[in-house]
T-cell receptor, first 108, second 115 residues
Framework: KNEVEQSPQNLTAQEGEFITINCSYS?????LHWLQQHPGGGIVSLFM???GKKKHGRLIATINIQEKHSSLHITASHPRDSAVYIC??????????FGTGTRLTIIP | NAGVTQTPKFQVLKTGQSMTLQCAQD?????MYWYRQDPGMGLRLIYY???????DKGEVPNGYNVSRLNKREFSLRLESAAPSQTSVYFC??????????????FGEGSWLTVV
């Protein structure tokens, strides 16, 4: 069965802390997506990566294809980073399987 | 450039009523998708369209129909709404070919309540 699991489900941290969100998947894939869902509901794509590491501002995503694992890191976290972070893996050409998300709350 | 636009944003239906969720994208994308999001579950694919003129079932197609009207528009229809269809619906698009290699863009979501 094609599965995507995220941990933790909920994460509360103080402003400035380094954040790590993990994603593991059950079968080999060629790339993985990281998404952010704002409190108002909108979803935006943060990263799509197939190997190594990608960085955008304070966000860093890494993936280890052999270990079927990816991590999303946030450096110097800020209250505006509070959101639900979702990873998604493509099992099939047009079908993404989504994790249930990690709800991140950054306290000032 | 509006991206992906879906309407309505909020809707309350009575059981048995029908309605259509509209979605349009202005990025000239080939692939379009309809997902539903329920508490405690990941987004689930209802239907998708890999190109104009084609549609295919996703993970949870029962109770829904879709139309790819043209390259820009992909609508989702509930013929006889049921309380189990209470959910948040997202339309999305990507350049297509393979979702593995393309960024996916989402609409703002449509909150549907069936009473």
């Amino acid at each position: 069965k094609n599965e995507v699991e995220q941990s933790p489900q909920n994460l509360t941290a103080q402003e400035g802390e380094f954040i790590t969100i993990n994603c593991s998947y059950s079968v080999g894939i060629s790339a993985l997506h990281w998404l952010q869902q704002h409190p108002g509901g909108g979803i935006v794509s943060l990263f799509m990566l197939s190997s190594g590491k990608k960085k955008h501002g304070r966000l860093i995503a890494t993936i280890n294809i052999q270990e079927k694992h990816s991590s999303l890191h946030i450096t110097a976290s800020h209250p505006r980073d509070s959101a639900v972070y979702i990873c998604a893996a493509p099992f099939g050409n047009e079908k993404l399987t989504f994790g249930t998300g990690t709800r991140l709350t950054i306290i000032p | 450039n509006a991206g992906v636009t879906q309407t309505p944003k909020f809707q309350v239906l009575k059981t048995g009523q029908s309605m259509t969720l509209q979605c349009a994208q202005d990025m000239n994308h080939n692939s379009m998708y309809w997902y539903r999001q329920d508490p405690g579950m990941g987004l689930r694919l209802i239907y998708y369209s890999a190109s104009e003129g084609t549609t295919d079932k996703g993970e949870v197609p029962n109770g829904y129909n879709v139309s790819r009207l043209n390259k820009r528009e992909f609508s989702l229809r509930l013929e006889s709404a049921a309380p189990s269809q209470t959910s948040v619906y997202f339309c999305a698009s990507s350049e297509g070919g393979t979702i593995a290699g393309n960024t996916i863009y989402f609409g703002e979501g449509s909150w549907l309540t069936v009473v």
